[in-house]
Antibody
Framework: QVQVVESGGGVVQAGESLTLSCVAS????????MHWVRQAPGKGLEWVAV????????HYEDSVRDRFTISRDTSKNTVFLQMNNLRVEDTAMYYC???????????WGQGTLVNVSS | QSALTQPPSASGSPGQSVTISCTGT?????????VSWYQQHPGKAPKLMIY???KRPSGVPDRFSGSKSGNTASLTVSGLQAEDEADYYC???????????FGSGTKVTVL
């Protein structure tokens, strides 16, 4: 059964760091594109970071490009989102999702909440 | 990349049809047949309803259909049911050097 489970969210102060983890089961993260999507309270969905199946190509939302890093560890079947220098505007639910093809994410986690206070 | 444009809301009575539009540019929707639609109920993760403009993942009812013309994609929900009341988001691939882009979201109300 395909599943992804996020963890690592929490309450931090602006300027601090967090690392989100997305543990996959039922498939290998090395064979699929993996995405982080966030949703601020009461707002819409936003692609934050994507890692293509080849493991090399990565894209980031403009406001996080120099602060966030997406990576994967195939031995742990886990995808990470390293978030540095967090800002209040990064407050959101962060979802991990597995790509089917070109941003068609068929499997999503339940999300992990990041709350950045000033 | 700018967000794709969706109407904020749409509604219909049970059994009726509702169509949601998603307007982009010739750099995203107009350039590629990689438009997806997601359904999101309050407090839940999004669910993929349509991918590659017209395809339905396994388990998605055939009441949901997608189409595209030029820079605008559309999602049609036929035979509206109470459980279709949710937020719907479109998204499009925007080229190999760009992040994908989401639509602004449409709240569908079943009257």
């Amino acid at each position: 059964q395909v599943q992804v489970v996020e963890s690592g969210g929490g309450v931090v102060q602006a300027g601090e760091s967090l690392t989100l983890s997305c543990v996959a089961s039922g498939f290998s993260v090395g064979n699929y594109g993996m995405h982080w999507v966030r949703q601020a309270p009461g707002k819409g969905l936003e692609w934050v970071a994507v890692l293509w199946a080849n493991g090399f190509k990565k894209h980031y939302e403009d406001s996080v490009r120099d602060r966030f890093t997406i990576s994967r560890d195939t031995s742990k079947n886990t995808v990470f989102l390293q978030m540095n220098n967090l800002r209040v505007e990064d407050t959101a639910m962060y979802y991990c999702a597995r790509d089917r093809s070109y941003y068609s994410d068929e499997f999503w986690g339940q999300g992990t909440l990041v709350n950045v206070s000033s | 990349q700018s967000a794709l444009t969706q109407p904020p809301s749409a509604s219909g009575s049970p059994g009726q049809s509702v169509t949601i539009s998603c307007t982009g540019t010739n750099s995203d929707i107009g350039a590629y047949n990689y438009v997806s639609w997601y359904q999101q109920h309050p407090g839940k993760a999004p669910k993929l309803m349509i991918y590659e403009v017209t395809k339905r993942p396994s388990g998605v009812p055939d009441r949901f259909s997608g189409s595209k013309s030029g820079n605008t994609a559309s999602l049609t929900v036929s035979g509206l049911q109470a459980e279709d009341e949710a937020d719907y988001y479109c998204t499009s691939y925007a080229g190999s050097n760009n992040l994908g882009v989401f639509g602004s979201g449409t709240k569908v109300t079943v009257l």
